[in-house]
């Protein structure tokens, strides 16, 4: 069984992933009844299917508490990937049971700690089928379809595995036409990027096309 990994007085504990098939299957079905429950409707459109055996980051906009979950629902029911997912550090000591769904933490008050943290994230990616859920905002922050920022982890990470698949993924949570909100996920496709470039445009032309994905998604609604 994983363990936490010792902090320092100033950063706590990282906290691996620990996996249990079991709870993810029993889960699973909560979390379907759980946003059906909650949400007028649930709409998914993806123009993203990994071919037999891809590695894939997807990186979405983070302006709910439901990301937490989407994460979970889209891997279960899309994708079928060995997937994991980073989840900051006071989130995941509230909510441990996110680490046997394949979660970790990442402390982003710590240079350190977050580096600690985007190094499993790239040992994860050597696991067969792996696949890698961040929110590259890093914090919650209101829905906008422009002026998105990334913490520089996913260039980072980016230019460390060449062979990975960058696709974003646009959330839209709204009650135009009901009293209960409707949810709205667009998964994109294959971000091209030449890795050689610095991480700060790396990170542009992420930050881009997920811009790009949710204004689609405001003039389709």
């Known amino acids: 069984m994983s363990t936490p990994i010792s902090g320092t007085p100033d950063s706590p504990p990282f906290l691996p992933a620990r996996e249990s098939r079991l ?4 889960f699973d079905l909560y979390c379907r009844w759980l946003f059906w429950r909650r ?3 649930v709409r998914v459109e993806t123009e993203y299917k990994p071919a037999d055996g891809q590695k894939t980051i ?3 906009n983070h302006s709910s508490w439901w990301d937490g979950l989407i994460p979970f629902l889209l891997n279960e029911k899309y994708f ?3 997937a994991r997912g980073m ?3 006071t989130q995941l000591n509230r909510y441990p049971f996110f680490r046997r769904m394949g979660v970790f933490s990442i402390n982003l ?3 350190r700690s977050s580096m600690q943290s985007l190094r499993y994230a790239i040992r994860s990616m050597d696991r067969p089928n792996a696949a890698l859920y961040i929110y590259p905002q890093g914090r919650i922050v209101p829905f906008s379809t422009d002026g998105l920022e990334f913490k520089k982890g996913i260039g980072w990470m980016a230019k460390k595995m060449p062979q990975i698949d960058l696709v974003p993924v646009g959330i839209y949570i709204h009650t135009k036409e009901s009293d209960k909100p409707r949810l709205e996920i667009n998964v994109g496709s294959n971000v091209s990027v ?3 470039k610095p991480t700060n445009d790396i990170n542009r ?3 881009d096309e997920l811009s790009n994905l949710l204004q689609r998604m405001i003039k389709a609604d």
């Open 23 to 26: 709870f993810i299957t029993v």
């Open 58 to 60: 997807y990186y979405l």
């Open 39 to 41: 949400f007028d409707s």
């Open 205 to 207: 032309r992420l930050e």
């Open 109 to 111: 008050s710590s240079a």
């Open 194 to 196: 030449s890795r050689n």
């Open 80 to 82: 079928h990937q060995n």
């Open 87 to 89: 989840m900051e550090d």
